[in-house]
């Protein structure tokens, strides 16, 4: 069969550039990988799963195997011109994030049949925290269709190498488990409760708790670059989006609540008081918690006012795959009815129904992501360290409150707001 009538087709000179930055990228970096001979001897096809932390997660897990991988990726990824060129010539499979897709189940198994490799992650999204997401059971759906080997690859030492929130990688130990959890025959014979089980224990991995026992040094002077994508809400005064960072430290610009990351990525506090939180898994399981609830009593007070914006965001708009149009620069705007997009004039400003707004996902750094009917908005915040995190979770609680569990991210837990 010729390489153009394959489903997601490679170009072999692209597969070649990128194995050899990767050879010197993980060399560089000395990232190591622990493999066992049954999954190293492993044939294809197989479906790869693996927790996901940073952006270098596919082609790392996918360099270490013996078959090439083809992985599925937020398709919001190849928006980018740059990303795209390498994306489609490396065969990659896009799916709508936060959406359910089933063409990119179609896709997964056409690549399958064709006895080549798929690689995905099932948390769905790269972690904030470094400690593993739920995963959803819809996976062993996935498994039990495709009847192939299920090997698991956990990263370990990644949330402090290449996390989400920073744009700078940073040295440290990092190794790569490989777990081969699931023969065809397991797939096949094991009950769909014992394979999830299987699966959620092989990948779930803490990346704090990890840290503390192992102390692993982190080589760099900006371990605390843009952490404020994370931690959006200050713990001492409960202001939204007020944290300033630079090199090791960072502070909250309203009280001047002020922390240092240590070398092995715990905070300390640099002024007398107290530490709320000595990591960032900890504070943001607890901001995620409190901005659900903030949210919950504004929408059971009957609140009409702006409950928070980011201003002088650059807003791009396309329909369907068409390229992105730039509109403009305008306020973004959230009440408890609506998102508005404010770009100071009446005949211009979007008003987003959250009945009609189909999902809001945060991307890298300060981009957010939105879907309205057949509309996807690409706002992009002011500044660096602008969160556009908060919104996600900020949404999470009305639509828990409307009633539109469909929409809901299924790593944000908003099961315990109590309906308005």
């Not at 090997?151 to 488990?177: A, C, E, H, Y």
């Amino acid at each position: 069969m010729k390489n153009s009538s394959k489903a997601f087709p490679t170009k072999p000179y692209i597969r070649f550039i990128v194995h050899v930055v990767m050879f010197l990228f993980t060399r560089y970096f000395k990232i190591k990988k622990n493999m066992p001979a049954e999954v190293k001897n492993l044939k294809s096809p197989y479906l790869l799963l693996s927790n996901h932390i940073g952006f270098w997660d596919p082609f790392i897990a996918g360099f270490f195997l013996p078959h090439y991988t083809h992985f599925v990726s937020s398709d919001a990824a190849f928006r980018n011109p740059f990303f795209n060129f390498f994306l489609t010539r490396l065969g990659t499979i896009p799916k709508k994030k936060n959406m359910r897709d089933s063409q990119v189940i179609r896709h997964i198994v056409s690549v399958i049949r064709q006895g080549e490799n798929v690689g995905l992650f099932p948390e769905a999204v790269r972690n904030w925290a470094g400690s593993s997401f739920f995963i959803d059971p819809s996976i062993v759906k996935l498994i039990k269709l495709l009847k192939v080997p299920i090997i698991v690859s956990v990263f370990k030492g990644m949330n402090l190498f290449n996390p989400r929130w920073s744009s700078q990688l940073r040295k440290t130990k990092v190794i790569v488990d490989y777990h081969l959890i699931l023969t065809k025959e397991d797939v096949e014979n094991l009950t769909e409760d014992e394979i999830y089980s299987r699966l959620s224990s092989t990948i779930k991995h803490d990346e704090v708790e990890y840290q503390r026992h192992n102390k692993n040094t982190i080589k760099s002077n900006k371990r605390a670059e843009h952490i404020s994508y994370s931690l959006y809400v200050c713990p001492e005064c409960k202001a939204i989006d007020s944290f300033k960072c630079s090199g090791n430290d960072f502070y909250c610009s309203n009280c001047n609540y002020s922390l240092h990351i240590d070398k092995y990525g715990f905070f300390e506090n640099k002024n007398d008081g107290n530490l709320h939180f000595d990591n960032i898994k900890d504070w943001y399981y607890w901001e995620e918690k409190w901005l659900l609830n903030y949210i919950n009593d504004l929408i059971k007070d009957k609140h009409e006012g702006l409950i928070f914006s980011d201003k002088n965001s650059k807003v791009y708009h396309s329909v369907g795959s068409d390229k992105s149009e730039f509109l403009g620069t305008a306020e973004l705007k959230l009440f408890i009815s609506h998102i508005e997009i404010d770009f100071h004039n009446p005949l211009q400003n979007i008003k987003l129904d959250f009945h009609k707004l189909k999902t809001i996902n945060p991307q890298v750094s300060e981009i957010l992501e939105v879907y309205y009917d057949n509309d996807a908005y690409r706002i992009v915040g002011e500044k660096k360290g602008i969160s556009a995190l908060k919104w996600e979770v900020a949404l999470n609680a009305i639509w828990q409150n409307l009633g539109h569990k469909n929409k809901l991210s299924t790593y944000i837990d908003s099961s315990f707001l109590k309906i308005v």
